[in-house]
């Protein structure tokens, strides 16, 4: 059984976040570090630590992020000037919560896609 993180305290409503979108498999919320004025996190609420253990069964809920991210961008009216979608996976892109996410970034021009 994978290993909780704050985020399955966040999809419980246990500690304060706000939510922007929830339903039985998806909960997307804003980041607390925000990067760019619209900066959320949109998150599978089944547990999976990193891309390394996505599975086939994960096809429907990984493909749904993308559909809720659509839907948020619109929202948050950055769907025409463009925004980011970023996943990263263990030390070298930096991730830190092991609760697969996705980061929807917008609402300025982002820059190059990588530092260097
Ligand atoms: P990553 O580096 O891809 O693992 O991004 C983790 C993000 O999670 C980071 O941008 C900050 C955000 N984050 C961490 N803890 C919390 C929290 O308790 N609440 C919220 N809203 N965001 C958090």
Not at 33 to 61: F, S
Not at 84 to 111: K, T, W
Request: hydrophobic share 40%; charged share 25%; net charge negative.
């Amino acid at each position: 059984m994978a290993k909780e993180t704050i985020f399955s305290k966040i999809i419980r409503k246990e500690i304060p976040s706000e939510i922007v979108y929830q339903d039985e498999t998806v909960t997307a919320f804003r980041d607390i570090n925000a990067q760019a004025p619209t900066h959320i996190l949109i998150i599978p609420n089944k547990i999976i630590p990193t891309v390394n253990e996505v599975t086939p069964e994960d096809e429907v809920v990984l493909g749904k992020l993308f559909t809720v991210a659509a839907k948020l961008a619109k929202e948050e009216n950055i769907d025409k000037d463009g925004y980011r979608l970023i996943i990263n996976c263990n030390g070298h892109a930096g991730q830190e919560v092991f609760h697969l996410h996705m980061h929807l970034l917008g609402g300025r021009a982002l820059g190059p896609m990588l530092s260097r």
